[in-house]
């Protein structure tokens, strides 16, 4: 990333946003809105957003159809997304908006993406521990949809031209922000707060450290 690329997604940005409504993206919500940002945020159902601000744009539509995405990403000048599987939703969610951002982003000259997966996503690089290849046995065991769907929807953007940031976490939970190692699956604990994840994403729109890499991280 260039030093000018660096500087122009500061305060005052538009971010388009996808997971908004879930634990992660409330707070990602909450740190841009702090920080001077300005979101346009995807909701099937904008009622469910935890908060109502001058700088966000509730914009109704779903993740899996192209036009809602394409409407989401107009104005905007970088991507930021925290889908996660929703119950009832069906497989695929996460693949199939990833195609669409990949499909749309360059059209409309935006090409910073930072997007939030699981740490059992593999990348070249990474040195597993036995309890990092025993807890992804447990999820291609017991959830192996979500599983393809977060390998699915990592493979298509990492392929892309875009510049590209796939922030990798392992078990989310509640907590204040905190210091991250920051390195590769193997290098990594196995807890990370979400108020840490998502500052961490707001300081990589910032900073640009990690374009084209899939960083992991933990507490």
Do not use: Y
């Not at 939970?173 to 590769?184: A, H, T």
């Amino acid at each position: 990333m260039t030093a000018g690329l660096s500087e122009t997604l500061g305060a005052g940005t538009t971010l388009a946003l996808l997971g908004g409504t879930g634990r992660t993206g409330r707070l990602l919500i909450d740190q841009a809105l702090t920080q001077g940002h300005a979101l346009r945020v995807l909701a099937r159902d904008p009622e469910r957003l935890h908060r109502r601000a001058e700088a966000l744009l509730p914009v109704p539509g779903d993740a899996r159809n192209a036009d809602d995405v394409f409407r989401l990403l107009e104005g905007a000048d970088a991507v930021l997304s925290a889908l996660g599987p929703v119950r009832g939703d069906g497989a695929g969610v996460m693949a199939q908006a990833a195609g669409h951002l990949v499909a749309v982003m360059p059209g409309l000259g935006l090409s910073r993406l930072i997007t939030l997966t699981g740490a059992g996503v593999r990348q070249p690089g990474d040195r597993p521990k036995l309890s990092d290849r025993l807890i992804r046995r447990a999820l291609a065991t017991l959830q192996p949809g979500v599983l393809r769907d977060a390998e699915a929807h990592v493979a298509t953007i990492t392929a892309s031209p875009l510049d590209w940031t796939v922030v990798r976490a392992p078990r989310l939970g509640d907590g204040p922000i905190r210091p991250l190692k920051v390195g590769l699956v193997g290098d990594i604990g196995p807890f990370v707060s979400r108020a840490s994840v998502a500052d961490f994403m707001l300081r990589e729109l910032r900073e640009g450290r990690w374009v084209r890499q899939a960083p992991a991280v933990s507490h």
